[in-house]
């Protein structure tokens, strides 16, 4: 991009450039820190409940960061426009702190609500459960039960446009692991004759489920293959680059294709904190005090 | 009858299963004929089995998962005299050990029960595996439909089989483009599909997309598996549902459907004569059986509503209400035409896929439609029963779901078709759900109140309605 604007003759067009290039940078950097935030967020949660699924949460905080920062459009449930929000499911429920931290960090949920989860006649379970939030779509936990809801929900909604003038999108996150549940391929199946460009899949590739590496518990992969051969736009991103999910999420929705898109973000369990990245038994440990206070270090 | 393994030809095969159809007014006949070359090379050249006994341990193992089309299967062990001719002359009675749908008789041969779809393809890997564990030599081959491919099950279990290596394991798929309802590149896995997605789940050299009906291709394919095996195999074997029948083939009306209803000739009166005398005989021992000890089962069928009368009923209200959608779980013929002539649109044919089929119903509720599913009870009841439970229930969705072929309506298929009234008893258990057991009138009735509480404040419950 430098070399782009030092060719430029006209002083005009320079100073035009270096404020986008500036606040593209600002954006980047606004996004940085958001996952940042979330990040800490997420691991003061554990910390404060001692509940587990710490790495889960931490291996998808960027996704997050991004599908709430930048790519949906979602009203308070105040307002009227409410009604015509996009729609985000998240199915691999138990990373739920990661949603509730991305919901408090963008203002959705309050500070009282988020000190309520796992805690006894709390406000907030381990699991979604629809009933806690207006944000929450799904009650979900069991895993391979998000993509089939997203499919109909997305066909539901085919023609309904938000307050933008888009489609109003269905997004739907879902584990590595659970894409082995057959309900995932019964749904994947059957999604791509349906014109559902405004279904937006994300699968989130760390390769380390409840007990072992996916990739070595079955033959998952090549994940891309399958799913370019069901018949969707498929597109493999690093899930910790918030700027090249984005680019990847935004070509899809300014194309003129008809096909769902699944993009799988290849990231790291645990991302963020040394001592927890790509170890299986972050899937279960407490956050202790001492943890809480190590792993703050490590983020910083 | 009983013939040397070496003199079964294809040809024998095929009219030995049209004449098992026309004697017994059997439907599943066009099923049958698409794979009757996959089964007979198989049978005479490759299978290990020992003739004097079926349950010989070294015997290689054949899973008929498409377990519906098992004419041309019968036909073959019965000719090799593993199933005796009184069982096979007494299919399709009461009392015959011989069912519409495989069903598990070691004695026979037959390894597996299968007809409810997807269930073939997780034991095969199941005894694949353990046999590879035991160091044992015996190879295992399963038949699948290619519609019954749109199960879930099946993709995990591939995902198993190729982890585990099976290189004993041989998968065939019976690919003649066709489901019970419509041409599958309508439901969204054409065979070309199947084929690119399969290719991605075996190594290089383990596939095989062939002519099914082509005798020597199928040959290769076995030999190099039988012989040579590198990994786990699949053959797409290309067929033509119905293939030696002009008037069925490649019809999607006559998946379960005896030609002869329609004027199809077949020679072999003689035969038929013989048989009627047989069956009405049996009949009449099955009849008193039953009145002694079914009653009430009887009674109930006889008042229940049938398929028909329940979508009637909720036509109008379907018609009049943008809003409502129909899933479809591959069936209803005759019974939903007019929903798909008029109202294509919003009727889908979701495919031989329960578990999504709900799942998709409660999304759909959740984004503002009002969906209706129509299923199979076992399959909707058993195998959709945790999407029943918490993607309908626990969200309190007003799905409407139908069952079709309560109380053991559709018994002639076997065991895999009917569960007694146990799917009652299942979903008795969900505490949100309102059970509809009625006939015409009583279920009429309960739309009217149904669809009048929906315009006051309180959001409709799930509501299940059984059907025969």
Known sequence: ??????????????????????????RRCRMYNAALDIRKEILSIANRAKSPHIGSALSCADILTLIYGEILYLPYASESEFKNRDIFLLSKAHSAMALYASLHHYGYMSKEQIEGYYCNGGTLPAHTDKTSSPYIEMSAGSLGHGLPIAVGMAMSIIGQKNAQGHQRKVVVLMGDGEVQEGSVWEAAMFAPKQNLAHLIVLIDRNDLQGYGRASELLSYEPLEQKWSAFGWECKRVDGHNIELMKESIMTHCLSDTNKPLALICDTIKGKGVGFMEDKLEWHYYLVSDEVYHNALKELR | MKLKRENLTSQFVREESIAFSCRHNAGHLAPSLSSVEILTILFREFLHFNTENPRDLSRDRLVFSKGHGCYAYYVILNALGFIPDDVFYSFGTESSVLKGCVSYTPEFMLEASTGSLGHGLPIAVGMAQSFKMQGKSNKVVCIIGDGEMQEGSNFEALASAYRFKLDNLLIIIDANDLSAMDRLEHIGLPNDTLSRILRAYVDEGCFYDINGHNENALRKAYKHFFEDSKGLSIIIARTIKGKGVA???????????????????????????????????????????????????MSKIQSLATKKQVMDALYPYFASDEKMVLLVGDMGFAVLDSYFIQFSHRVFNVGIAEQAMVGMAAGMYLGGLKPIIYAQIPFLSMRAYEQIRYDVCEHSLGVIMVGVGADNYFKALGRSHCMDSDDIRLMEILPQLQIVSLDENGVKMTLTQYFDSKNLSSPPPPLYIRSI
Request: proline share 3%.
């Open chain 2, 247 to 297: 008037m069925i083939e490649s019809n999607a009306k006559y998946h379960y459907r005896c030609p002869l209803q329609d004027g199809f000739v077949w020679q072999d009166k003689a035969k038929v004569k013989l048989i009627e005398c047989q069956t009405s005989h049996t009949a009449t021992a099955t009849h008193i059986h039953l009145n002694t000890h079914k009653n009430i089962t």
């Open chain 1, 1 to 26: 991009m430098f070399g782009h604007i030092t060719m430029q003759k006209n002083p005009q067009h320079f100073v035009l450039q270096i404020s986008i290039l500036m606040l593209v940078c600002l």
